[in-house]
């Protein structure tokens, strides 16, 4: 097999775990025939640790190898690490992790002494990958919770630090009455993070104040009086924080109101109390705009209202070939 192609662009053979096996399918899809699915033998022993096996371990020397991780849950975390490690051994020309959700993102600082900030502990793990023939690996994130961890990762790592905001651009656009649509944020971290990215658009900003022993989400700045107006954030957990938004923005005369996160934690099956069927379901929502960045939750709500996927599996593709 070719390294390159006549149009410079490179051949590259991607593995997958389980969970993401869909996603990775859609990744090779949109890459003109230059992505091609690669398969691993997931099986435990009695004692319920991993007994792995790489298929073709041979065949991938000195080719462009990728790995499409999912950290769902600590449970799979290590199964998955254990092939991290070896792929980049097997003489291969070029090693890039792509974890699109970083799972301990939102846990990077401490607020009193005996606090652990796991974010700086997986930062490290990934850290240590062992370097391929071509170079320290690269790694490709979305929209990481908090923009200084980028400092976490060591040299033999090079993170690339990608967004899904350009697919939720591209919908927006899609939209009828598209010019009537305001972009809001919960709070200022939010703002911070993604405001130059969605420039074009009228902003709002949210703030969380605090009355007595509880926590309440204000209107700071910006007038959702008559428009569409998208909630934006990285991720979304409970998904407390996007209802009380909603509130407050309907409350100030918003048309309608949907939101858009990269990331779909929704641990608990959360995500129940958005849809249009569920039992205390909030109705509030016109559109909930999630990506595939956490599988198991995409699969889990299928196609129900008002939920609708952005797949990152041409962004994927495309940072593949970086």
Known sequence: MEKKEKTGKKQVLLFHCVESEELA?????????????????????????PNLFINNAQDIRGQHVAFLASFSSPAVIFEQLSVIYALPRLFVASFTLVLAYFPTGSFE?????????????????????????????SLVIYDIHALQERFYFG????????TGIPLLKRRLCELPESEKIVVAFPDDGAWKRFHKLLDNFPAVVCTKVREGDKRIV?????????????????LVQSGGTLIECQK?????GAAKVSAYVTHAVFPKRS?????FNGEGSDKGFTYFW???SCPHTVKA???QAPFEVLSLAGSIADALQI
Do not use: Y
């Open 155 to 162: 040299d033999h790592v090079l993170p690339l630090f990608e």
């Open 109 to 137: 600082r401490m607020e009193e002494e005996g606090d652990v900030a796991t974010a700086f502990t997986m930062a490290r793990i990934l850290s240590n990958i062992p370097i391929s023939r071509g170079g320290p690996t």
């Open 248 to 252: 407050v923005l309907a409350a100030n």
């Open 25 to 49: 399918r859609k990744v090779a899809d949109h890459s003109d025939g230059l992505i091609h699915l690669q398969s691993i033998k997931w099986r435990s022993f009695d004692d319920g640790f």
């Open 218 to 234: 204000r209107l700071k700045e910006g007038n959702p009086s008559g428009c569409h107006v998208v909630i934006v954030d990285d």
């Open 301 to 303: 709500i299928g196609n």
């Open 290 to 292: 999630i990506t595939d």
């Open 271 to 275: 995500w129940e109390r958005f849809t």
